[in-house]
């Protein structure tokens, strides 16, 4: 059974692959609320991710930008950063890194036919652009012993069930198994 661990495994995302793979995968779920983990503190990073075969790097601090300016930007990319680095260190071969339907606004798509890969990016927002950002540095750190992939994961809820009002959110629902099914390896 391959060992995966999952970052920022105490939000709706975390719990609803570790409920979703438990019996697929032996999971390690960290978070601050769950073991302690601090993904901005490096030291013995490594070593919990020692013996993964993948993680998942779902943690990301919500810290609203207005009140302190950047702060909230540069510790989720320095928490990033740490991840990459720390698996990299402990031989993990494999991470899924958490992106967003955010990192392209797609909305605005007219046409003709459908969204292309070659089509201009646009973030939405600076929580968007962040995540935009995220995927350059996974290209980059990517190679051929260590592969990344970034998924934009869409309104993924606690009780997987569509939004009830918020129309944007119905949009770009993601059920559980849908879910579960994008990160299986």
Not at 22 to 37: A, F, H, Q, V, W
Not at 97 to 103: E, G, L, N, P, T
Not at 112 to 117: D, F, I, M, V
Request: aromatic content about 8%; some cysteine.
């Amino acid at each position: 059974m391959k060992t995966v661990a999952i970052t920022g495994a105490s939000g709706a995302i975390g719990k609803a692959l570790m409920s979703g793979l438990k019996d697929i995968y032996e999971l390690r779920p960290m978070s601050r609320s769950i073991n302690g983990t601090d993904l901005l503190e490096p030291d013995g990073l490594a070593k919990q991710f020692a013996g993964c075969d993948a993680v998942v790097h779902l943690a990301w601090g919500y810290a609203r930008e207005s009140e302190v300016p950047g702060r909230s930007s540069m510790r989720n990319l320095e928490m990033h950063t740490n991840v990459i680095d720390a698996t990299k260190a402990a031989g993990v071969k494999q991470a899924i890194m958490a992106s967003s339907v955010h990192a392209d606004y797609f909305y605005d798509w007219l046409g003709p036919g459908r969204l292309g890969l070659d089509r201009q990016q646009r973030a939405n927002g600076l929580y968007g652009g962040l995540k935009l950002l995220i995927e350059t540095l996974d290209e980059e750190a990517a190679d051929d012993h260590y592969r990344i992939a970034d998924i934009r994961y869409g309104g993924v809820t606690h009780n997987g069930q569509p939004h009830p009002t918020d129309t944007w959110e119905r949009r770009v629902w993601l059920s559980h198994p849908d879910l579960c099914a994008m990160v299986r390896t």
